[in-house]
């Protein structure tokens, strides 16, 4: 069939699976263009279909050969519908990994659940033995846990915010104002979104003998500038983000053989932040000057130099906090000044001219598998790909 992208608003209900096939190409090509880099060789990727945990995969696998096992919750194709990017992707992945002589697996499931951990610790103690690395790259918008479902929100607390935003239907600068958040929806967010299910993990790995002795673990958070602080950091996902960073904490002092640490990452096109309210606006200043002053980077480009420079140094470079900080380049002084520069003379009439927001939409396409040269999109496509190691 003849698969075209269908957007509403911040998501887009279509993929195409030779455009995913393509962009997982593109990544795979970049990290190896980067040359080989001594590192894990048994890696545990949860979130591992689209965003960081893919470029985090593709970096283990590609860069340092790693034999990889993927949890994702993706929807393969049915009928007329076509599967997820995230299912495109890595039914790629695992085609050129396996091209490639490394060993590639992927399970499709609420990796909250106990049954996709055991099917994880199953998988690992028959083909792998133990894992030495676990990336944790998760984002949900709910967890079930002890009978309960918990849901994620992306409001403030406290007070309520009101700035400028982008309303992604019509490209127009619209004025959004956020709500506060419940004590219910700050805790649901915790719940989801924070370390208690990473912590989960890491310790039934580790009674299961599964994790190798001094194994390392990451999770993703970001921070980003004060501009963004009430939706943000001091917001509902923020409180989230702490309770992550306090896990960390809480894992190094109570888990023997196991370091854990938080990697603070770079504000980014992805399923998961397009959905955020104002997030969008400042992405597309923010890509529009990093472009300009040569320092911006896509996803795969920050895991491979957070793979290469940072996450397996010894010591690892951290802030006081214990943070490895790949938004380095993005809260640079340079960069947030002319951010700020922009965000008060940004309108709709010149919003192409002051912003990338051509650039965040060719990234938001690309994600859904659209747009790539490469591609010719008015060809008949089988939507119904299979995922090898789901057979
Ligand atoms: P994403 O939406 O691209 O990826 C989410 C992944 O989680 C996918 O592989 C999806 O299949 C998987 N997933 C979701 N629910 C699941 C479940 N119940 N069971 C198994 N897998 C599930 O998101 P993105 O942006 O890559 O986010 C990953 C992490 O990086 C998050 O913790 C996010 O907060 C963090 N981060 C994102 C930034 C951004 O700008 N996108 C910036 C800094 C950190």
């Excluded at 340079?334 to 965000?343: D, I, P, R, Y």
């Amino acid at each position: 069939m003849i698969v075209e992208p269908k957007v509403r608003e911040y998501i887009c209900t279509t993929a195409h699976p030779a455009g995913c096939e393509e962009n997982v190409r593109e990544q795979i090509a970049y990290v190896k263009a980067q040359g080989p880099k001594a590192g894990p060789k048994k890696v545990l990727v949860i979130g591992a279909s689209t965003g960081y945990g893919l470029a985090s995969r593709i970096t283990a696998a590609f860069g340092c050969q790693a034999a990889t096992l993927g949890i994702m919750f993706e929807r393969p194709a049915s009928g007329k519908r076509t599967a997820t990017a995230g299912w495109y992707n890595t039914a790629a992945f695992e085609k050129f990994a396996t091209q490639d002589g490394l060993y590639a697996k992927s399970i499709n499931g609420d990796a909250f659940s106990a049954e996709v951990k055991k099917q994880a610790i199953d998988i690992i103690r028959r083909d792998l033995g133990q894992v030495d690395l676990v990336v944790y790259s998760l984002a949900a918008p709910r967890r079930s846990a002890d009978g309960v479902t918990y849901s994620s929100t992306l409001k403030t607390v406290g007070s309520p915010f009101t700035e400028k935003s982008i309303d992604l239907r019509t490209n127009e600068i619209v004025t959004k104002s956020v709500e506060p958040a419940t004590d219910k929806e700050i805790e649901g967010t915790i719940k989801v979104m924070g370390g208690e299910d990473w912590e989960d993990w890491i310790k039934v790995l580790q009674k299961a003998g599964v994790l190798a002795e001094n194994a390392k673990t990451v999770a993703y958070s970001y921070i980003g500038p004060e501009l963004t602080y009430p939706i943000y950091t001091h917001g509902t996902i923020g409180q989230a983000k702490n309770h992550l960073q306090k896990t960390a904490e809480k894992m190094n002092q109570e888990l023997n053989g196991v370091t854990a640490v938080v990697s603070v990452n770079k504000a980014l096109v992805t399923q998961a932040s397009s959905a955020i309210p104002i997030v969008p606006l400042y992405l597309s200043i923010l890509y529009k000057i990093m472009k300009e002053q040569g320092s911006h980077e896509d996803c795969i480009r920050q895991m491979d130099r957070l793979f290469r420079t940072k996450l397996l140094e010894n010591p690892m470079p951290v802030d006081q906090e214990g943070r490895i900080r790949m938004d380095d380049w993005e809260l640079d002084e340079k960069v947030q000044a002319e951010v700020m520069k922009v965000w008060a003379m940004m309108s709709t009439e010149n919003l192409k001219e002051v912003s990338d927001i051509d650039g965040y939409w060719e990234d938001f396409y690309k994600m859904f598998g659209f747009r790539f040269e490469q591609v010719d999109y008015s060809q008949d496509v089988d939507v119904d790909v299979r995922i090898p190691s789901l057979e």
